[in-house]
């Protein structure tokens, strides 16, 4: 727990309480508090003028490789790169090697993470090793530590099988996140389908690839009442999907990434292997569809699908190279331009990177209420910096956006009121 202390002067943000004002934070024994101030209490004040004092940012969808990948991330090093961009709390994709498919793993990963940087939240495998054969046991899972469950990194093709774990998930009161890929559509693509796909002679995949498997997921929810969260949305297709299940009243949520309101198809240009992914960089239109959607609440999560690879899997041909690029600290700076640039209010932003991935997870955190554990971000948003993958905090050097000159970062990340980050 961290000891009392008074940050000063800060612009707080809190979507929990629509709260939106300069003032001062104060926080004791780990946990926000009205006041301070008590008869000879030991106060540490902070100056934190032209910053926003928001809740400590929570990533919904992360790779962290242990166990069985820790040449490419760590839990470790993984929580150091997610505090360094703010992050207070990820929830960690399960295709490790093993798969987190059972209590045993569940738990290793949460005892790795207890002297971290950030909180770690292990999302269970939907199926047994992530075959997409049998269903692996959630209420084990759930008692380990689980928060939710996908095969993500795999579609799950059974659309039976989808059900059934979609019913079984609803027992344990767990959300289902969906990793949404039509495989006949997408074997053996390594883009975008287009015109740049077709200049560059590389196999493309179709928009469709994404959006039929959101359509038969949110069926499937429709169907079974279940809570359903689609993973890294890239097409307007699957919004317009999304949207009218929405009007209806399914019990869906969605996310996507910086990378997919940044960049186009076009990064891949000069076979840029940093630039490839799964789902793919999309066009401008589908771009400029997501940046909307993010601010009509179609969308509810900004994530950034951390995915760090060696130069094993991305420093050889295209078609052949590892799909993933490395997000934690680069997440912030992208998705504050939606701010500068009028796309969403400073409040939504929090939002979407804070309080919304709580409620997604069901897990605390989101919000700076007094009684609140004091998981708290500092952001000064005039601040720039160039981003040196080489500098990065993550093992992970593999990052379309090496070298960019960036605007706003976090530079104070507190974890119970404890420094788990200063960038001051």
């Known amino acids: 727990m961290g000891g009392t202390l008074r940050l000063i002067n800060g612009r707080i943000l809190d979507p929990t309480q629509q709260r939106d004002e300069i003032a001062d934070l104060f926080i004791r024994d780990g946990v926000v508090v009205d006041a301070l101030g008590g008869e ?57 090697k093993p798969v987190n498919d059972n209590a045993s793993i569940t738990r290793f990963i949460v005892e790795q993470a207890l002297s971290c940087a950030a909180r770690v939240y292990p999302v269970g495998a939907i199926s047994q090793g992530s075959a997409g054969d049998k269903l692996a046991e959630y209420g084990e899972m759930k008692d380990a530590g689980a928060v939710a469950l996908t095969d993500d990194g795999r579609p799950v093709v059974d659309s039976q099988l989808m059900r059934r774990a979609m019913e079984y998930a609803s027992s344990h009161g767990l959300p289902v996140m969906s990793h949404s890929e039509e495989i006949a559509l997408s074997r053996h693509g390594s883009m975008h389908e287009g015109a740049v796909s077709t200049r560059l002679g590389l196999k493309g995949i179709p928009a469709a690839a994404e959006s039929i498997m959101v359509y038969r997921d949110v069926a499937l929810a429709e169907l079974t009442g279940a809570r359903l969260h689609i993973a890294h949305v890239s097409t307007e297709q699957s919004l317009a999907v999304i949207r009218a299940a929405k009007k209806r009243g399914v019990r869906v949520t969605a996310e996507t990434a910086p990378h997919y309101f940044t960049l186009t198809e076009e990064a891949v240009e ?149 420094v788990t980050f200063s960038g001051r």
């Open 270 to 418: 000069g076979y840029n292997t940093h630039a490839k992914m799964n789902p793919p960089l999309r066009t401008e239109k589908d771009r400029q569809a997501i940046r909307a959607a993010l601010a009509d609440g179609t969308l509810d999560a900004i994530a950034t699908d951390h995915a760090p690879h060696s130069v094993l899997e991305k420093d050889v041909e295209f078609n052949l190279a590892a799909n993933g690029i490395v997000g934690l600290e680069t997440s912030l700076p992208l998705s504050l331009a939606l701010v500068r640039d009028g796309v969403i209010t400073p409040l939504r932003l929090i939002e979407l990177m804070s309080s919304a991935p709580a409620a997604i997870l069901g897990v605390a955190g989101g919000t700076l209420q007094p009684g609140a554990v004091a998981d708290v971000t500092v952001i000064d948003p005039q601040r720039f910096f160039t981003f040196n993958a080489a500098d990065s905090l993550s093992k992970g050097k593999n990052s379309p956006f090496d070298g960019w000159r960036l605007q706003g970062r976090a530079v104070l990340t507190l974890l119970a009121g404890r």
């Open 40 to 96: 000879g209490e030991d106060v540490e004040c902070i100056d934190v003028t032209g910053c926003w004092v928001v809740p400590g940012l929570i990533d919904v969808h992360v790779h962290l490789r242990e166990p069985g990948e820790e040449y490419k991330e760590t839990i470790a090093s993984g929580c150091l790169a997610a505090a360094a961009g703010g992050f207070t709390a990820v929830a960690c994709m399960p295709n490790t």
